[in-house]
């Protein structure tokens, strides 16, 4: 009876080790130990034993079913662990993972985006207009005679059609005078292209930010005082700004802006980052004859206005050295500002 139920056991193994997937491992299983399983079946003789062999048969029997039982375990266990091995086979997992780059704003929208967001605080709203403009936008209305060097083919980028690259983004000042009525406070991010050899500061495109603020009765104190608190809450409250008079053909007076830098180990610089003043009565006049209205007569309101490059603030910022390096792409660069 032993012999039968050993040579069961070996014929058992024999079909476990035979398996070569777990559906062959299974039907091992069922063939040995289900309902109707050999070893099942064999233990049915347990009945016609006499009492004396039945602990020795219940034992041998019980043997039997552990034995294929756990030879089933471990044969499950390693055709687990080849299918494993075989859905990465030829896939070398020791090599880095797959890096999933983060992009990030590049340091120009970050320091334009942190002005913007000054500036709306104080009441300016965002005003756009187009990079393609026409002479009259960008310097007649601006009260800039056609003898004014800006105007020059060499400082101005003309297509044939005689439109041209604004040079500033006071073209959308106008533009706003043209549609508004007073109070007219706004600000104009954007791109501005003028005909600069490229060097270290210069290119010929850049970022600027102009503002105008039109209103009964706006003074030169407003002005000061807008522009002061914008450099501080870009720069830092200890931030000192000084105004230097200046020229623009659009604002009278008309003055340069410098913020003292004080680098650690250095003498403190001044640095001019603006032109402003406030808005000459003759582009009122101008405005007035486009309107064919006297909304923007220079004898009711007065304004001021002020134009900055962004590029400029994120040098100042950043300590950038080379402003070729913020258009240059080079992620090994732009990462530090991530
Ligand atoms: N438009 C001037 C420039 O591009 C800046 C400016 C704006 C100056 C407004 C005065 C007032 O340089």
């Not at 859905?87 to 985006?113: C, F, M, N, W, Y």
């Not at 600069?196 to 102009?210: G, K, P, R, Y």
Request: proline share 5%; aromatic share 8%.
């Amino acid at each position: 009876m032993s012999q039968d139920l050993s040579s069961l056991t070996q014929d058992g193994l024999a079909a476990i080790a035979a398996a070569t997937d777990e559906r062959m491992l299974d039907d091992a299983r069922i063939a040995y130990l289900g309902k109707k399983g050999s070893i099942t079946a064999a233990s049915a003789q347990m009945k016609s034993l006499p009492n004396e062999e039945k602990p020795a048969f219940g034992a041998a029997l019980n043997e039997a079913r552990n034995t294929i039982n756990h030879a089933i375990d471990e044969k499950k266990l390693a055709l687990q662990t080849a299918a494993d091995a075989k859905s990465v086979e030829g896939i070398d997992l020791t090599l880095p993972g797959r890096q999933i780059p983060v992009g990030a704003l590049h340091p120009i929208t970050q320091v334009k985006d942190e002005a913007i967001q000054i500036l709306r605080r104080m009441g300016f709203a965002l005003a756009d207009g187009p990079e393609i403009e026409d002479e009259f936008h960008c310097f007649d209305a601006l009260n800039t005679p056609a003898d004014h060097p800006a105007r020059n083919e060499k400082d101005t980028f003309y297509f044939d059609s005689g439109k041209l690259l604004r040079t500033h983004t006071s073209s959308v000042q106008v533009r706003n005078m043209e549609k508004q009525t007073p109070p007219v406070k706004i600000i104009a991010p954007g791109s501005a292209y003028r005909r600069d050899e490229i060097d270290a500061t210069h290119l010929s495109v850049f970022t600027q930010l102009e503002g105008l603020f039109v209103d009964k009765d706006v003074t030169l104190a407003d002005l000061k005082g807008t522009l002061e608190y914008f450099y501080k809450a870009l720069f830092g409250p200890e931030t000192e700004t000084r105004f230097r008079p200046h020229f623009f053909p659009f604002t009278e007076p008309s003055f340069e802006i410098d913020i003292k830098l004080v680098a650690k180990g250095q003498e403190p610089k001044w640095i001019e980052v603006a032109g402003c003043g406030m808005v000459d009565p003759a582009v009122f006049s101008a405005i007035c004859e486009s309107r064919k209205d006297e909304t923007f007569s220079p004898d009711n309101i007065t304004g001021f206005a002020f134009g900055m490059g962004i590029d400029r603030l994120a040098m100042i910022k950043w300590g950038i050295r080379d402003i070729r390096a913020l258009i240059e792409n080079d992620t090994r660069f732009l990462s530090q500002f991530a």
